[in-house]
Each structure stands twice: as C-alpha cells, then as structure tokens.
C-alpha cells in the first residue's frame, strides 16, 4: 500500500501564505516525481508546480514567482510554499507522485487539502 497525505490547507487573506506538505509512505523503492495539482469547482485540474528526484522545477504560469517547490527525499515529502496568494488560488490541491514499487512503478494521489483565499 502506498499513502500520500497532504497537510497546511486552510484559509488565508489576499497577499497571505501558506505551506503545503505531501509524505508519501508505504512500500516504496524511489520516487522519480512528486507534483502538486489543483482543482477549482466547476474547473479542470491543472498541475500548479512538480519537482524530480534531482530536484528539477516546473511551474504553472500562473504561480511563478509566487509559489516554490522543495522536497526532502529521505523523509519521502515535499513541501509547496505559496505567497501572494489570491482568491483565484483557491482551489482543493492535491499532491501526486509518481514512484516505483518492487513489482510496478506508477501515479498516486493524495486526498487534497483546502486552500480559500478571501479578497
């Protein structure tokens, strides 16, 4: 079994921060990547940032410049810090991550976490 829990949502004002946490537990031989992803009502989920293994970054136009990427590997986490938030953040993210198994390798989600940002 693999677990991805998500932690650090919650409500926040205009121009306020916060930081999203993703560990990843279970029977795991390594992660390649580790991205987080969003959805707001009535819209697609889009990738908002991912990072590798060799901690190489990519991020949606629209959160560059506010929002960074990290991960620990040995604790199997990574960390999304956003800032200058706005109501158009608001969304439920949710942290993705694609590993490999001793027997598979492939994508697993975590449940989400709320993020509200009040004008």
């Known amino acids: 079994q693999v677990h991805l829990v998500e932690s650090g949502g919650g409500l926040v004002q205009a121009g306020g921060s916060l930081r999203l946490s993703c560990a990843v537990s279970?029977?795991?031989?390594?992660?390649?990547?580790m991205g987080w992803y969003r959805q707001a009502p009535g819209k697609e989920r889009e990738l908002v940032a991912g990072i590798t293994s060799g901690g190489s970054t990519n991020y949606a136009d629209s959160v560059k410049g506010r929002f960074s990427i990290s991960r620990v590997n040995a604790k199997n986490t990574a960390y999304l810090q956003m800032n200058s938030l706005k109501p158009e953040d608001t969304a439920v993210y949710y942290c993705?991550?694609?590993?490999?198994?001793?027997?598979?390798?492939?994508?697993?989600w975590g449940q989400g976490t709320q993020v509200t940002v009040s004008s």
């Open positions: 279970g029977s795991i031989l390594s992660i390649h990547y």
């Open positions: 993705n991550a694609h590993l490999a198994r001793w027997d598979s390798a492939g994508d697993y």
